[in-house]
T-cell receptor, first 116, second 113 residues
Framework: DTGVSQNPRHKITKRGQNVTFRCDPI?????LYWYRQTLGQGPEFLTYFQNEAQLEKSRLLSDRFSAERPKGSFSTLEIQRTEQGDSAMYLCASSPSPAWGNYGYTFGSGTRLTVV | GNSVTQMEGPVTLSEEAFLTINCTYT??????LFWYVQYPGEGLQLLLK?????DKGSNKGFEATYRKETTSFHLEKGSVQVSDSAVYFC????????????FGTGTRLLVSP
């Protein structure tokens, strides 16, 4: 398994444009998460999927943001009408459902978005 | 609520020096604790974890002990290398639910030869 894969690695877009990012989790992981990391800060939770169901969304996820995970495999995160404040690293992570205890996730390398 | 507080960086050390990065937490439930490391231009990698009080997580010479009485999970390494230069994040998740991770703001470590 090659881990969690995110594409593209970098995206520069003009303000007002729409962008879409893709995440391919570890194949046997049924949980998938999106986080956002701004410069000098720790990652902040955006949303969570268990299989294809989106079960939790942060208040950070405005109505310009939408995430999907069709068929419980890869996931996409779309930002409509981008704003300069959307510039950040978008991180995807996956984990198995634990039979016990708590696990750390496996993170992808992230997609760095720059809105100009 | 749940939160993590880390010491501010950067932490600047010479190679082979002893490292401590402080981390304290508040949690409404019974948390598991993690340290993640982020190298320049990369995503986060799990460095170590501890799931219950007095557990010691260790990996690559790094250690951290889950101290419930002081709500702390300080990261230590006896002898740092230049290759350890990175940003270190302390994080927690509360047992149950969907394991949302709550991160500290990160501490940058710079190790010089």
């Amino acid at each position: 398994d090659t881990g969690v894969s995110q594409n593209p690695r970098h995206k520069i877009t003009k303000r007002g444009q729409n962008v879409t990012f893709r995440c391919d989790p570890i194949s046997e992981h049924n949980r998938l998460y999106w986080y956002r990391q701004t410069l000098g800060q720790g990652p902040e939770f955006l949303t969570y999927f268990q299989n294809e169901a989106q079960l939790e969304k942060s208040r950070l996820l405005s109505d310009r943001f939408s995430a999907e995970r069709p068929k419980g495999s890869f996931s996409t995160l779309e930002i409509q009408r981008t704003e300069q404040g959307d510039s950040a690293m978008y991180l995807c992570a996956s984990s198995p459902s634990p039979a016990w205890g708590n696990y750390g996730y496996t993170f992808g390398s992230g997609t760095r978005l720059t809105v100009v | 609520g749940n939160s993590v507080t880390q010491m501010e960086g950067p932490v600047t050390l010479s190679e082979e020096a002893f490292l401590t990065i402080n981390c304290t937490y508040t949690a409404t439930g019974y948390p598991s604790l993690f340290w993640y490391v982020q190298y320049p231009g990369e995503g986060l990698q799990l460095l170590l974890k501890a799931t219950k009080a007095d557990d010691k997580g260790s990996n690559k010479g790094f250690e951290a002990t889950y101290r419930k009485e002081t709500t702390s999970f300080h990261l230590e390494k006896g002898s740092v290398q230049v290759s350890d230069s990175a940003v270190y994040f302390c994080a927690l998740s509360v047992l149950g639910g969907f394991q949302k991770l709550v991160f500290g703001t990160g501490t940058r470590l710079l190790v010089s030869p």
